[in-house]
């Protein structure tokens, strides 16, 4: 009985194990067959997305910075170019101990601590394997030094790279002005920068032609692929695809001409601006003092900055353009052709001048203590009667004569790519009421009548104001002759629809202030017959005169300091009978401008017209022994361009 029962249990366990391991064996099974299934899936279905996936993880791109566009005189010249310059760059992750392979790079070569400072910042917010810049523009021989003990630098590299340079440092310091390194505050200005304006140092205009170019001359980047690892380092390149250089811009100005204003001008607080009567345009644009843009490529020194600001010159101010002055007796065209225009006068018309003229009982001086007598149009211009223009003016009107000023480009901001170009000031009622809250007087229109008041303007304002006299059309400045080899539009400009018999009235004045023996800028004439220019001198006062100190005397500029001097001006087109260039000067608080600016204003004109310099018989004998002597001394200063001076397009 035993035995059968043990044989029945023996059965029943051997059924029991057979369920058991047909269930085991189908769950192994189908979790096989689930795994394989999903297998497929991922490896076929999925294969794409996963295969992008691994190359994305695999593959970086890199942006490439293009070359930064050239810029050129109208001659070919350059005025901006771009030039290899060695770096020395560090990885950190590749350095280990930051500081003792800076410490031993430093007993190599110069590093400057603010260098390191500046680059130890970097190190802490860029990732360990980005190459951080640790000085720039270093030596050849500092490039070997490095080289020959690369063992003991680890993660020090020196490496070449393309870095602003400005041949010709001061000259085109306030046109063209100059590049650094993008900051946050640049960043913040623009609403979505482009991407390679986040590669550490990249450099773009920060003031003048360069920084109001900016797109056209940054170009657009390239792209390099390279292999990374995990931690993102780089492996290998892949390809490459190189970007598109910006732009090359030909500017009209004349890198000679430049040159010679900037040294005419001198250690002057001054501006001066010359253009082509023709077609606008602008073949000098001088500010001075002015400063080498080079330093602040490479980084200015807290000294060097400190020396320009400080400095009561202000030679980083470009006066040409962004200084306004009260245009003082220069103005007297615009309130003649006022009323000429609006036939409220004729030139033989004549008004007394008896040294002042009472107004709301206020006395209006003449700059002649003792007055000019009867005095008509071409006399007024000639010598400069204050009294003539405060009784014109005051028969015009304000709101005409700021009307005429802004048909003759005052008053108006010019539309050129520089920093902060002004629009000045051509003053009416409803300025005065909306900025100042009062109402105007006859004597804002008698001040104004003279360029003194609220009346302001830049040198360009009153060079565009000169050749619009001479030519009777809009002149409008233009600065940029082509881009990429393409002609910008002329600004010759369109009729100003003025009468041309009132016009001739006005230049014959002008004629007369520099070739009459009466005329405040005679001294300051040109002899040779085909170049004769017209002008007209300027004196704006910067402080009151007070009623006893006019009855004592005036004080001489002499004898003030010098922030309390008149400003000096004067305007001049020529040749008289066939203009080709208008020229304005203002030297701040010069004095006097037929004493101070006419000479200056002269002797630019001359060069212009001359391509070079003058000869000597184009001057006044007494004048001709300082200029032989002027000549020299300038000549020296030229830069040497390896081309003939002369060879103005």
Not at 98 to 113: C, E, G, H, K
Request: charge should be neutral; hydrophobic fraction near 40%; glycine fraction near 8%.
């Amino acid at each position: 009985m035993r035995s059968h029962r043990n044989a029945r249990d023996q059965q029943a366990s051997g059924r029991r194990l057979t369920r058991r391991a047909a269930l085991l064996g189908g769950a192994q099974l189908s979790f096989m067959g689930l795994l394989g299934w999903r297998m497929r899936h991922l490896q076929v279905d999925q294969a794409d997305e996963f295969r992008m996936l691994a190359e994305e993880n695999r593959i970086n791109i890199r942006l490439i910075p293009p070359s930064r566009g050239e810029i050129f005189d109208r001659n070919g010249a350059a005025i901006a170019s771009n030039e290899p310059a060695y770096r020395i760059t560090i990885v950190r992750e590749d350095a280990g101990d930051v500081d003792a392979v800076l410490t031993r790079l430093s007993q190599l070569i110069d590093l400057d601590p603010a260098d390191i400072e500046r680059a130890k910042a970097e190190m802490d917010r860029s990732a360990p394997f980005l190459p951080i810049t640790l000085a720039e523009r270093v030596s050849w021989e500092d490039v070997s030094k490095i080289a020959v003990n690369t063992p003991a630098l680890p993660g020090i590299t020196p490496d070449v790279g393309l870095s602003r340079f400005y041949p010709l440092a001061k000259d085109f310091a306030h046109v063209v002005g100059y590049v650094g390194p993008v900051s946050d505050y640049d960043l913040s200005k623009i609403e979505d920068p482009d991407q390679l304006l986040r590669i550490p140092r990249f450099q773009i205009g920060k003031v003048g032609l360069e920084a109001r170019m900016e797109d056209e001359l940054r170009g657009s980047a390239g792209t390099r692929r390279v292999e990374v690892n995990a931690v993102g380092r780089v492996m290998r390149e892949l390809d490459r695809q190189e970007g598109q250089p910006g732009a090359n811009l030909q500017l009209t100005t004349d890198v000679m001409l430049q040159n010679y204003v900037q040294a005419r001008l001198g250690d002057e607080s001054a501006a001066a601006v010359v253009i082509d009567t023709t077609n606008g345009d602008l073949l000098a644009v001088g500010s001075a003092p002015s400063f080498d843009p080079n330093l602040f490529v490479r980084g200015i020194s807290v000294s060097d900055y400190r020396a320009l600001t400080q400095n009561n010159h202000r030679p980083l101010a470009a006066k040409s353009v962004q200084g306004i002055y009260p245009p003082g007796s220069t103005f007297k065209m615009v309130v003649a052709l006022a009323g000429l225009d609006e036939g409220l006068i004729t030139p033989e018309e004549t008004f007394w001048c008896g040294g002042y003229l009472e107004v709301a009982n206020r006395r209006f001086h003449c700059w002649k203590r003792g007055g000019h007598g009867h005095v008509n149009m071409a006399q007024s211009l000639r010598e400069s009667c204050d009294v003539y223009y405060y009784e014109l003016a005051s028969r015009v009107g304000i709101e005409k004569v700021s009307a005429m000023a802004n048909r003759l480009g005052l008053g108006i901001r010019h539309d050129l790519p520089l920093s902060a170009v002004a629009a000045g000031l051509a003053p009416t009622k409803a300025w005065k009421k909306e900025v100042r809250g009062e109402d105007w007087l006859i004597g804002d229109t008698v001040n104004a009548s003279i360029g003194q008041g609220f009346v302001l303007a830049s040198p360009l304002q009153l060079a565009v104001m000169t050749a619009r006299v001479a030519t009777g059309r809009s002149v409008t400045p233009r600065l940029i002759k082509s881009i990429d080899g393409v002609e910008q539009p002329s600004g010759s400009g369109e009729s100003l629809g003025l009468n041309p018999t009132h016009l001739n009235y006005v230049r014959d004045g002008m004629y007369e202030v520099s070739n009459s023996r009466k005329g405040t800028g005679y001294s300051s004439r040109i002899i040779a017959e085909t170049m004769r220019m017209a002008g007209k001198s300027g004196t704006s006062q910067v402080r009151n005169i007070t009623a006893a100190e006019r009855a004592a005397g005036v004080t001489s500029n002499d004898d003030l300091p010098w922030e309390r001097r008149d400003h000096a001006l004067w305007v001049d087109f020529a040749p008289f009978d066939d203009p080709k260039i208008a020229v304005a000067v203002v030297v701040e608080h010069g004095g006097g401008g037929s004493s101070v600016a006419a000479p200056i204003a002269r002797d630019i004109t001359l060069q212009a017209l001359y391509n070079g310099d003058p000869p000597l018989d184009a001057y006044p004998a007494k004048d001709r022994d300082r200029i032989a002597e002027q000549q020299d001394r300038l000549r020296a200063l030229r830069p040497d361009l390896g081309q003939d001076s002369k060879s103005r397009a």
